[in-house]
C-alpha cells in the first residue's frame, strides 16, 4: 500500500492525541510538548493542530461578555499571532508534500486542485476539534433532551463530513502521486502582519 493510502490515518491519530494533551493541561499560554523528532511530518501536524487548539480555546475566550477590554485586546492579538503561526505551518508541511512528489512525471490533463494538501489537513485538523467539542456537549447533563438530541444530530453531520474530508484528502493525494493532479502551492502572501505593506503599520513608522 502507498503511504499515500494512510497518510489521512496518520493524521487523525496525530491530530487526536494533541487535542487530548491540550486538554490535559487546558492553558492556552503552555507549550506543546511535541513527542516527534523536530521537522518530521509528524512534528509540524501535531504542532499544526496544537497551535489550532489554542486558537479554538481563545475565540472561546473572546467570547466572554465580561472580558476586561484590555484582556480582550491581549486576546486579540494572541489570536493573530496563532493565525500567522497556523499559516507558517500549513506552508510547511505544503513544502514536506512538494517534496515528496517532486518526481511525479504529470500526465498531459493534469489538473489544479482548489487548495493544496496541506490547507486541506488543515481544515481536517479544525473539525477534529469541532467533534471532540461537540461530544463534549453531547454529554452534558446540565441541559434539556432536545438541546442534547440537537446537538447529538450536529455531531452525526460532522462525523459525515469528516469521513467525506478523509476520503476526499486521501484521493487528492493518490491523484498527485499518479500525476492527475499539479502539486502546486502559493503562498498565502499575508498582509496585515507585514510591517512593510500594512498601512497601518508602516505609516507608523519614524
Known sequence: MQWTEHFCDLALQIFHDAIDH???KRDVESSPDNPYT?????????QKCWIDTIQWHME??????QIDP???LAVRRHIDRCNQDRTDMVELIDGYFEQKF???VLLPDARIN???PAWALDRLSILQLKIYHMRVESQRSDTSD???????????VLEEQNRDLTKAITEL???????????????????????NLNPVLYSKKD
Open 114 to 116: 482548489t487548495e493544496s
Open 146 to 156: 432536545a438541546q442534547r438530541e440537537t446537538v447529538k444530530t450536529k455531531l452525526k
Open 70 to 72: 484590555e484582556e480582550a
Open 60 to 65: 472561546d475566550n473572546m467570547r466572554d461578555p
Open 102 to 104: 517532486e518526481n511525479v
Open 173 to 195: 493525494l493518490r491523484d498527485i502521486a499518479a500525476g492527475k493532479v499539479v502539486m502546486k502551492v502559493y503562498k498565502q502572501m499575508k498582509m496585515y502582519n507585514d510591517p
Open 22 to 24: 491540550y486538554h490535559i
Open 38 to 46: 523536530f521537522k518530521t511530518i509528524e512534528y509540524m501536524l501535531y
